[in-house]
Nanobody, 120 residues
Framework: QVQLVESGGGLVQPGGSLRLSCAASESISSFNEMSWYRQAPGKKRELVAAITSGGSTNYADFVKGRGTMSGDNAKNTVYLQMNNLKPEDTAVYYC??????????????WGAGTQVTVSS
């Protein structure tokens, strides 16, 4: 089992910034991909950003130019830096890991999420 623990959420004013962290219990360099998703009340969970084991990143249109996803293999942690936050960014942000192991194949693991609230 891979455990993921998110942190860094909170209350921020519009235009502010946050850096979310996701710490993994295993080496993230062994994962196929890690991603950040978000889910606002009454809405479906949506992809925010993803990073492959090779370091390639992919961003949802709504976060392009405002968000940066990065990873620190030494700390087994990925980050999501978000700037110029808007009220519509309010959501629970989840970290996920796409992991393959010879013993059990491919699985997707999720963290418990961290709340981000953008409000004045």
């Amino acid at each position: 089992q891979v455990q993921l623990v998110e942190s860094g959420g909170g209350l921020v004013q519009p235009g502010g910034s946050l850096r979310l962290s996701c710490a993994a219990s295993e080496s993230i360099s062994s994962f196929n991909e890690m991603s950040w998703y978000r889910q606002a009340p009454g809405k479906k969970r949506e992809l925010v950003a993803a990073i492959t084991s090779g370091g390639s990143t992919n961003y949802a249109d709504f976060v392009k130019g405002r968000g940066t996803m990065s990873g620190d293999n030494a700390k087994n942690t990925v980050y999501l830096q978000m700037n110029n936050l808007k009220p519509e960014d309010t959501a629970v942000y989840y970290c996920s890991a796409d992991v393959f192991r010879p013993g059990w194949g491919r699985r997707i693991f999720w963290g418990a999420g961290t709340q981000v609230t953008v409000s004045s």
